[in-house]
């Protein structure tokens, strides 16, 4: 037994370790991403910090697939941090998930909503806060949906297709948007969701029970939590909540007791 409990309490310890291993890292590359930002950024407001910040991804970043995986491949499903984004590229959601820490660092609040077409999900885009409105960005297109004045489109207005197409051509009046882009149908904003419930059978399950306790509405309302993009975060709670559990199991281990079948049936063999 107390070998066991040795063996419990070394696990927790290394779960620990990691933890502050992550939270390390996590510090390290939110340094570095400032670094890189910040020429782009400095003395601005923050209005004028997003649209440097989109200019920065537009003008750095690839918008190229990233196979990579946050760590080791035990951990793929975190998918790449915003820095690996940075280095590697990344497709819309991976190119979201560095604008929304690249802006973060600048204290804007970003979130990311889902793009659905037939019932998939099929993109993904930004909406901004900054300290006047709320700005929709394509962030594998790397332009805001703005009218002619500079104003910001509401994303309800951007939901109207005819809306929607005038703002991609005021886009490219302004130079946000090369016209030889082809811009896909499927990525207007017709149908828009903070979270793609159905990614997996997890998340399924959860919409379903939200949807039966506060409904639909207020389910729908629900925006993606921060730390889902900061995979060296989410390590560090995973690692804690492990090493947590691992504790609980080891205080519990003096309190169990063999069978007293099984003893019997040891003595007698």
Not at 143 to 168: C, M, N, T
Not at 177 to 200: A, C, G, H, K
Request: a positive charge; glycine letters at 4%; aromatic letters at 8%.
């Amino acid at each position: 037994m107390r070998c066991c409990r040795a063996v419990v309490a070394g696990a927790a310890c290394l779960m620990v370790a990691f933890s502050c291993y992550c939270l390390r890292a996590w510090h390290r590359d939110t340094l570095e991403i400032r670094r890189r930002v910040a020429p782009f950024v400095a003395g601005r407001t923050k209005a004028s910090i997003l649209d440097a910040s989109v200019r920065y991804m537009r003008e750095q970043v690839r918008a190229v697939p990233n196979d990579e995986y946050f760590l080791v491949p035990a951990l793929s499903f975190l998918r790449p941090s915003a820095l690996q984004v940075l280095d590697d590229g990344g497709d819309c959601s991976h190119q979201a998930r560095a604008l929304v820490v690249i802006l973060r660092q600048f204290g804007i609040e970003a979130s990311k909503r889902a793009v659905f077409h037939h019932g998939s999900a099929v993109h993904t885009v930004l909406v901004v806060t900054t300290d006047s409105e709320e700005v929709v960005i394509d962030p594998l297109f790397h332009f805001a949906h703005r009218y002619p004045d500079g104003r910001a489109i509401p994303l309800e207005r951007l939901r109207d297709p005819l809306v929607f197409s005038q703002s991609l051509e005021w886009a490219r009046d302004r130079g946000d948007l090369d016209r030889s882009t082809s811009y896909p149908r499927q990525y207007f904003l017709d149908d828009v969701r903070t979270i793609d419930w159905n990614r997996t059978r997890i998340l399924h399950a959860a919409y379903q029970l939200l949807t039966q306790t506060i409904g639909a509405a207020a389910a729908n309302r629900i925006t993606r939590p921060y730390v889902l993009e900061e995979p060296w975060l989410m390590a560090s709670l995973l690692s804690g909540l492990a090493s947590a559990a691992l504790l609980l199991l080891q205080r519990q281990l003096p309190r169990m007791r063999i069978p007293t079948k099984l003893t019997s049936e040891s003595e007698r063999s």
